[in-house]
DNA sequence: ATATGACTTTGACATTGATCAAGAAACAAC
DNA sequence: GTTGTTTCTTGATCAATGTCAAAGTCATAT
């Protein structure tokens, strides 16, 4: 599963937000604690319960981080694509892993090693700052994704997810293209799958949307945001 | 709401884990940003939205973190006793509070001003690093209560809430003093007040605990865990 | 003591969203 | 292409939990 390469990682690293603040000999340390892996569609990185590596970073592709069920259900937590980290938080507990993480495409990896990334933050409050800004982002997002499966309606769920897939423009009509299949967005939004389909023909039938495949366009923005029932 | 005293802030900040590794001077310059209030039961600390003044530990009393909706229902995301920090996730980003924050005892909180917890976080790698265990604890807690909301059924809530709740000895059979009103607990559980008395009733009913008020005598942790349906 | 208000319990009912099952569509492999 | 596999949609049904309402309990303050 995971297969070691001799990509200049130095450099993958350096263009990270993350570490952008570093100077070369920090960099050089890091990155010889770091690794480097190819993780094909579908497959583990890693499940609930095993004992931490250290801290992923996406370079390409998208890793599905998840807490599984015992009946084979799952909610989706987070979804990493290219230049997210994942796994960090256990770095700094000695606790295993509480999600599973699955690559939803091919992927690359990098693995900064537990014992490299302790080292580097000791040395840099720079980049102690940045973990600690990119901890409370993490944070922040959980707590909207609760509110949205503990206060919110399958519809109201529906509606906020697509309106906050805007594009930069903000342009009151746009088209989606979904990134993931619709099993995993639905369990993202804690729905099940046949929920998620009925909620999107709702909205077709009311005119707000139209779905073709993965990809969704919404008429309008603004009417979409204010759709009741 | 807030009232200033004049206690030996340096006194108390140097006996929170958080804090114990600083020296004299350190501890002085971030006692000197921090300041002192009491609030009563069910006076707002603060609510979602508003701008974040810094970090806040309580002392005496208790503080509820809860996510209000719209419709004047609220989802309990956690309740900070005396030693438990709350806020600090923003002073990292600038965001507003994603939660409020209600005491629900009357309270004695420090709060440490933002800035001064920045400089304070520059200079003490250590005090960085236990703030990131501190917000990856937190971070864990949430996942914990996601798949608790998400994956678990009402009667599965309960189970898992009262059988953590075990007194430290890990006895078979004890008794668990609710520290907070029935409404809040549900809150926390994500259910609503009328289904968690139900649900207390059925395993009453079926001889796993023992409910009078506040006090819940469980009989066997063991056969409590079991129990389904 | 008694009264007032908050919290809790219980019952009847409504509703949301899950489950099951079958068919349709998209996609991949050969 | 054709076949097989996965994903998606649609319909019918059901169960879990929320809502509403009323009564009961508890605590507090006067």
Same mark, same amino acid.
């Not at 992927?107 to 537990?114: D, G």
């Given at each position: 599963m995971i297969q070691e390469t001799r990509h200049p990682i130095r450099e993958i690293l350096a263009r990270q937000p993350l570490f952008s603040n570093l100077n070369e000999d920090e960099l050089h340390v890091i990155a010889i604690g770091t690794r480097e892996y190819r993780i094909r569609r579908n497959e583990v990185v890693f499940q609930k319960g095993d004992q931490p590596e250290g801290m992923h970073i996406v370079i390409m592709g998208q890793v599905k981080l998840a807490i599984p069920s015992a009946q084979g259900a799952e909610k989706v937590v987070h979804l990493a694509g290219p230049g997210h980290t994942f796994g960090e938080a256990?770095?700094?507990?000695?606790?295993?892993?509480?999600?599973s993480a699955i690559a939803t495409q091919d992927?690359?990896?990098?693995?900064?090693?537990?014992s490299t990334l302790e080292n580097a933050l000791d040395d840099s409050p720079t980049l102690s700052r940045k973990m600690?800004?990119?901890?409370?982002? /993490?944070?922040h997002e959980l707590i909207?994704?609760?509110?949205?499966?503990?206060? /919110?309606?399958?519809?109201? /769920?529906?509606?906020?997810?697509?309106?906050?897939?805007?594009?930069?423009?903000?342009?009151?009509?746009?088209?989606?293209q979904l990134a993931n299949s619709k099993q995993t967005i639905a369990s993202q939004l804690n729905l099940a799958p046949e929920t998620f389909s009925r909620v999107l023909s709702q909205l077709s039938e009311a005119g707000l949307i139209q779905v073709s495949g993965r990809a969704i366009n919404v008429t309008s923005r603004e009417r979409l945001i204010q759709f009741q029932a």
């Open positions: 256990v770095v700094f507990l000695d606790k295993p892993y509480p999600v992927s690359l990896i990098l693995l900064v090693l537990k600690l800004a990119s901890l409370s982002i /993490r944070l909207d994704d609760m509110e949205s499966c503990t206060l /919110r309606t399958s519809m109201q /769920r529906v509606v906020c997810y697509l309106s906050q897939q805007v594009p930069a423009d903000h342009a009151e009509a746009f088209t989606i």
